[in-house]
């Protein structure tokens, strides 16, 4: 059975920073594009991060330079720091496996707020 799960959420002050895990179990997510997902209440997801299994990465503008995705794969664990935070990064975010275009595996999000 796969299973992704986030943690590393919470409340921070703009500026700030945060580091969120998933670690994945079930599934050899080496192999695998992974990416960070954001969902604020009213809002549609977006793509905040993203990794392929050949290491390489890419970003929105909007957290380009401020946010880094990374993996570690003898821990089967994904990551995401985040630098520089602002109140409209405040969203559920999320840890996305994918396994072809059309399935892919999520975790069940970890609230991030910032906020003064």
């Known amino acids: 059975q796969v299973q992704l799960v986030e943690s590393g959420g919470g409340l921070v002050q703009p500026g700030g920073s945060l580091r969120l895990s998933c670690a994945v179990s079930g599934i050899r997510s080496s192999i695998y594009d992974m990416g960070w997902y954001r969902q604020a209440p009213g809002k549609s997801r977006e793509l905040v991060a993203r990794?392929?299994?050949?290491?390489?990465?890419n970003y929105p503008d909007s957290v380009k330079g401020r946010f880094a995705i990374s993996r570690d794969v003898a821990s089967n664990m994904l990551y995401l720091q985040m630098n520089s935070l602002k109140p409209e990064d405040t969203a559920v975010y999320y840890c996305q496996l994918q396994i072809t275009e059309l399935r892919a595996y999520w975790g069940q999000g970890t609230q991030v707020t910032v906020s003064s």
């Open positions: 990794i392929t299994r050949g290491g390489t990465t």
